[in-house]
T-cell receptor
Framework: DVKVTQSSRYLVKRTGEKVFLECVQD?????MFWYRQDPGLGLRLIYF???????EKGDIPEGYSVSREKKERFSLILESASTNQTSMYLC????????????FGNGTRLTVT | AQKVTQAQTEISVVEKEDVTLDCVYE???????LFWYKQPPSGELVFLIR??????QNEISGRYSWNFQKSTSSFNFTITASQVVDSAVYFC?????????????FGGGTRVLVKP
């Protein structure tokens, strides 16, 4: 079974802090994704990566950056956390071939106070 | 631009009732893929089904069935004889055939609560 592991289930950070959300997958998937989930809005794509050191902006990249130095690891960075970034963050991975199903982690619920 | 609409935000049923979740999508592509995912209380989205736009046959998997109608841009999901374990949030999603990086556009989700 594919395993996508997000380092934290819950995080509480203060406004202005730099926040790192980590995600690791064990299936050698080429693609990795960061989504945020908000009630009524579903999942919205922040960034995705289709290879090491490659990244593309999703629909809502403002205020976020990402890093993919190794194939299995994809990090989401909030440079200066703000209260409107309080949300559930979901990491996912998939094979490169479209349309491979996405495999998701359990999510990180981030609260910015 | 692509869009997926799940008009029902929450549905509550009693165990053994059938429940149908609506999904309506918008796309300019003539070929595309549609997905359903389930998110139980644990939080991890679980892939349920993928359907390409060429195949309008309905599909049944156990108590789950899907009705794809290209003419009305709908891909509805029915749970027959619901069980408490079906309580979850269900998401419909759309992907372009050649979507870079397999990007999905998700609907807002429908929360299903099955009461014993």
């Amino acid at each position: 079974d594919v395993k996508v592991t997000q380092s934290s289930r819950y995080l509480v950070k203060r406004t202005g802090e730099k926040v790192f959300l980590e995600c690791v997958q064990d299936m050698d998937h080429e693609n990795m994704f960061w989504y945020r989930q908000d009630p009524g809005l579903g999942l919205r794509l922040i960034y995705f990566s289709y290879d090491v050191k490659m990244k593309e902006k999703g629909d809502i990249p403002e205020g976020y950056s990402v890093s993919r130095e190794k194939k299995e690891r994809f990090s989401l960075i909030l440079e200066s956390a703000s209260t409107n970034q309080t949300s559930m963050y979901l990491c996912a991975s998939s094979w490169r071939t479209a349309p491979s199903p996405l495999h998701f982690g359990n999510g990180t619920r981030l609260t910015v106070t | 631009a692509q869009k997926v609409t799940q008009a029902q935000t929450e549905i509550s049923v009693v165990e053994k009732e059938d429940v149908t979740l609506d999904c309506v999508y918008e796309t300019r592509d003539t070929t595309y893929y549609l997905f359903w995912y389930k998110q139980p209380p644990s939080g991890e989205l679980v892939f349920l089904i993928r359907r390409n736009s060429f195949d309008e046959q309905n599909e049944i998997s156990g108590r789950y069935s899907w009705n794809f109608q290209k003419s009305t841009s709908s891909f509805n999901f029915t749970i027959t004889a619901s069980q408490v374990v079906d309580s979850a949030v269900y998401f419909c999603a759309l992907s372009r055939i050649k979507a870079a990086g397999n990007k999905l556009t998700f609907g807002g989700g429908t929360r299903v609560l099955v009461k014993p």
